[in-house]
């Protein structure tokens, strides 16, 4: 799922590289879409070169010049490495650090202790609906995928009965609950309360959330029963480990980033003056990259120092944190350019123009926009935004209660079936070690979940306020 600033928004507006009508785009963006599941799933062609040859089959069918996709697709992978990419490989090295100085077995040996059997599901949810208030989706990911890897091993659990989960904590939250960038942009778009869509967002969260969590990881488990990758799991400290760092400090470490961007989204709230010198602070310590590059320093001594590790170790602890991760970088760095090739190809204006003479109510017809919007660009950011600016009009005759729910609304369609082009989709299948029928079957359906059950909430909350 994938995460953008404002500032990425802004530059995707450029002019299309082609001049294909809404026709011929549609079944360019189809083609492109099926040569990529055709290269996997038939002929087992590695996702990185899939994804790298749908895009241009996507161009060539849709008529543009080669050289203007290339530039594209190019732009997307670049800016995806440079913000999810690094996120991925500062959080691989937190996670090596927990996992060989004994931190994560101590998070572990503690959530199995405290809660097991049928209570861990909802266990991990709770954890990953707290986590994940704050972060971007990629970044929640990054956190609690060693925990979620480590409980499912350890407590021989299903791997999609702890992951689905928290995996559904971490979405709903992104899609529907400021400050995430997608529901803040919408609320100033369409006008609408910040304090209460935040209040009716939880009050949607909530229900979605159990729904898509822990109720639908039951079937999820039945439907694809599979072992926590090996590649991904980080091991059990060697017995001659005499020391491993206490609960207290390990959950700290984790929860530095964590801390760190609420306070930045505080802040942002509160003060709202960007000449403020206090924000300006926030802004700076509260970035995923610096709160993440902080709690990796911060973890190098409370966690490698805290279990005896040498200079010598930590250092070859963070080598072989990058080795595993090399595959996702490229998979997801290749994703975000299959996305950008779709935005400069023109396909969120198309489905902009399609849908405009739709009649039906404000709440679904905002719904369906955002699904469309997400269903050919990937990206729920870009979704949420557009069509929040398309139904922005029709605010203005309705009470603040109904504006706040149709940002929801859109949040809600913003997050339906996410398929081969959301990075988010690559980043979940490649860390639990899926094939692509697998994680269409899992994470796919949780978030088409997600959105249904959450427009289904908004539609009953507009009937009742």
Same mark, same amino acid.
């Given at each position: 799922?994938?995460?953008?600033?404002?500032?990425?928004?802004?530059?995707?507006?450029?002019?299309? @590289?082609?001049?294909?009508? =809404?026709?011929?785009?549609?079944?360019?963006?189809?083609?492109?879409?099926?040569?990529?599941?055709?290269?996997?799933? &038939?002929?087992?062609?590695?996702?990185?070169?899939?994804?790298? #040859?749908?895009?241009?089959?996507?161009?060539?069918?849709?008529?543009?010049?080669?050289?203007?996709?290339? *530039?594209?697709?190019?732009?997307?992978?670049?800016?995806?490495?440079?913000? &999810?990419? !690094?996120?991925?490989?500062?959080?691989? @090295?937190?996670?090596?650090?927990?996992?060989?100085?004994?931190?994560?077995? +101590? #998070?572990?040996? /503690?959530?199995?202790?405290?809660?097991?059997?049928?209570?861990?599901?909802?266990?991990?949810?709770?954890? %990953?609906?707290?986590?994940?208030?704050?972060?971007?989706?990629?970044?929640?990911? !990054?956190?609690?995928?060693?925990?979620?890897?480590?409980?499912?091993?350890?407590?021989?659990?299903?791997?999609?009965?702890?992951? #689905?989960?928290?995996?559904?904590?971490?979405?709903?939250?992104?899609?529907?609950?400021?400050?995430?960038?997608?529901?803040?942009?919408?609320?100033?778009?369409? $006008?609408?309360?910040?304090?209460?869509?935040?209040?009716? $967002?939880?009050?949607?969260?909530?229900? /979605? *959330?159990?729904?898509?969590?822990?109720?639908?990881?039951?079937?999820?488990?039945?439907?694809?029963?599979?072992?926590?990758?090996?590649?991904?799991?980080?091991?059990?400290?060697?017995?001659?480990?005499?020391?491993?760092?206490?609960? $207290?400090?390990?959950?700290?470490?984790?929860?530095?980033?964590?801390?760190?961007?609420?306070?930045?989204?505080?802040?942002?709230? !509160?003060?709202?003056?960007?000449?403020?010198?206090?924000?300006?602070?926030?802004? !700076?310590?509260?970035?995923?990259?610096?709160?993440?590059?902080?709690?990796?320093?911060?973890?190098?001594? /409370?966690?490698?120092?805290?279990?005896?590790?040498?200079?010598?170790?930590?250092?070859?602890?963070?080598?072989?944190?990058?080795?595993?991760?090399?595959?996702?970088?490229?998979?997801?760095?290749?994703?975000?350019?299959?996305?950008?090739?779709?935005?400069?190809? $023109?396909?969120?204006?198309?489905?902009?123009?399609?849908?405009?003479?739709?009649?039906?109510?404000?709440?679904?017809?905002?719904?369906?926009?955002?699904?469309? #919007?997400?269903?050919?660009?990937?990206?729920?950011?870009?979704?949420?935004?557009?069509?929040?600016?398309?139904? %922005?009009?029709?605010?203005?005759?309705?009470?603040?209660?109904?504006?706040?729910?149709?940002?929801?609304?859109?949040?809600?369609?913003?997050?339906?079936?996410?398929? &081969? =082009?959301?990075?988010?989709?690559?980043?979940?299948?490649?860390?639990?070690?899926?094939?692509?029928? +697998?994680?269409?079957?899992?994470?796919?359906?949780?978030?088409?979940?997600?959105?249904?059950?959450?427009?289904?909430?908004?539609?009953?909350?507009?009937?009742?306020?």
């Amino acid at each position: 799922m994938s995460s953008l600033s404002v500032e990425t928004l802004a530059a995707d507006a450029v002019e299309p @590289i082609t001049s294909a009508g =809404n026709a011929q785009l549609g079944i360019a963006v189809l083609a492109g879409i099926a040569v990529i599941v055709v290269l996997i799933s &038939v002929f087992k062609l590695h996702a990185f070169l899939a994804l790298t #040859i749908g895009s241009l089959a996507l161009g060539a069918f849709a008529g543009a010049p080669l050289d203007k996709v290339i *530039v594209s697709f190019s732009t997307g992978l670049g800016s995806t490495v440079a913000g &999810v990419g !690094v996120l991925i490989a500062l959080g691989a @090295i937190l996670g090596k650090l927990l996992a060989d100085s004994g931190g994560a077995d +101590q #998070i572990v040996d /503690t959530i199995l202790a405290k809660a097991s059997g049928r209570a861990m599901p909802w266990a991990m949810v709770l954890i %990953a609906s707290v986590i994940g208030l704050p972060l971007f989706f990629e970044v929640g990911i !990054v956190l609690l995928i060693p925990v979620v890897l480590l409980v499912a091993k350890r407590g021989n659990y299903s791997l999609m009965r702890i992951g #689905i989960p928290a995996l559904a904590g971490l979405s709903v939250m992104h899609g529907l609950i400021p400050p995430h960038p997608g529901p803040l942009v919408a609320i100033d778009a369409i $006008g609408a309360n910040l304090g209460l869509t935040l209040a009716l $967002g939880v009050v949607v969260a909530i229900p /979605t *959330v159990i729904i898509a969590g822990p109720l639908f990881s039951k079937y999820a488990a039945r439907w694809v029963d599979i072992p926590a990758p090996e590649r991904m799991v980080p091991q059990r400290p060697s017995e001659d480990l005499q020391t491993r760092p206490s609960f $207290g400090a390990t959950i700290s470490t984790v929860l530095l980033p964590v801390v760190l961007m609420l306070a930045k989204a505080l802040v942002d709230i !509160v003060v709202d003056d960007p000449e403020n010198r206090v924000q300006r602070v926030t802004d !700076v310590i509260g970035s995923p990259l610096i709160a993440l590059l902080a709690a990796v320093l911060v973890g190098i001594f /409370t966690l490698g120092r805290a279990a005896g590790f040498s200079k010598g170790r930590i250092s070859a602890t963070v080598e072989k944190s990058l080795a595993p991760i090399a595959g996702v970088l490229l998979i997801v760095a290749a994703g975000g350019g299959f996305k950008q090739t779709l935005i400069d190809a $023109g396909v969120g204006q198309m489905i902009l123009d399609i849908s405009k003479d739709w009649s039906i109510p404000a709440l679904l017809l905002a719904w369906l926009i955002a699904v469309a #919007i997400r269903l050919a660009t990937g990206s729920a950011t870009v979704a949420t935004i557009s069509a929040a600016g398309l139904v %922005a009009p029709l605010a203005a005759d309705m009470s603040s209660t109904h504006t706040a729910l149709l940002v929801l609304a859109i949040g809600a369609g913003s997050l339906f079936f996410s398929h &081969v =082009n959301d990075a988010g989709f690559w980043l979940v299948k490649e860390y639990f070690g899926m094939s692509v029928g +697998q994680t269409l079957k899992t994470w796919s359906v949780m978030e088409t979940i997600i959105s249904v059950v959450g427009l289904g909430f908004v539609l009953l909350l507009s009937l009742v306020l």
